[in-house]
């Protein structure tokens, strides 16, 4: 209960007390004029009404009030939550998007990784190849040039031999 209720409860009970204290002057009729005519009411029970129908009005406003807006603050959250699980949705389908496309730009990285990989493997295959024939060519050009070079050597010899 909030300080306003609280403060209307009491002077709503300060208003019972004081009529309750004056009873008598409340009930004591009295002659009032309401324009074209003239009647004998008692006047405190008179005002006392008035303001007990004043209170329930009021009352009952500020009920019809605060009920409008608790409707319109449950209309609110509803179409709030509504809102909250479209963007969950839009949001999760987003990163499946995401996942999806990354998955697919890893998947196009790893066949030209593959096919780089080939291409590499067939080159320095290609190379390893050159290199055995370069080398095999060297090889066999130095040993023709030995074998030549033997052949001169072989050559002088016996006549260096016949010369001494």
């Known amino acids: 209960m909030g300080w306003r209720s609280l403060a209307v409860a009491l002077l709503l009970m300060l208003l019972a007390a004081f009529a309750a204290i ?3 002057a409340f009930t004591t009729p009295t002659s ?6 003239s009647v004998r009411v008692p006047l405190g029970l008179l005002m006392l009404g008035l303001c007990a129908g004043i209170t329930l009005a009021l009352g009952s406003l500020a009920l019809w009030l605060h009920t409008r807006s608790l409707m319109e603050l449950r209309r ?4 709030q939550q509504a809102l909250r699980e479209l963007a969950e949705k839009a949001e999760s389908s987003r990163l499946v998007q995401l996942q999806s496309a990354l998955e697919g730009g890893l998947e196009r990285l790893r066949a030209q ?4 990989r080939s291409q590499l493997v067939e080159r320095i295959d290609a190379q390893q190849q050159q290199q055995a024939r370069q080398l095999a060519e060297t090889a066999n050009g ?6 030549e070079l033997d052949q001169r050597v072989s050559a002088q010899l016996p006549a260096h031999r016949d010369s001494a």
């Open 32 to 37: 009032l004029t309401l324009g074209f005519t």
């Open 76 to 79: 609110q959250v509803k179409a």
């Open 142 to 147: 130095l040993a023709a040039a030995l074998a």
């Open 113 to 116: 990784l593959d096919g780089v």
């Open 22 to 24: 004056n009873w008598g």
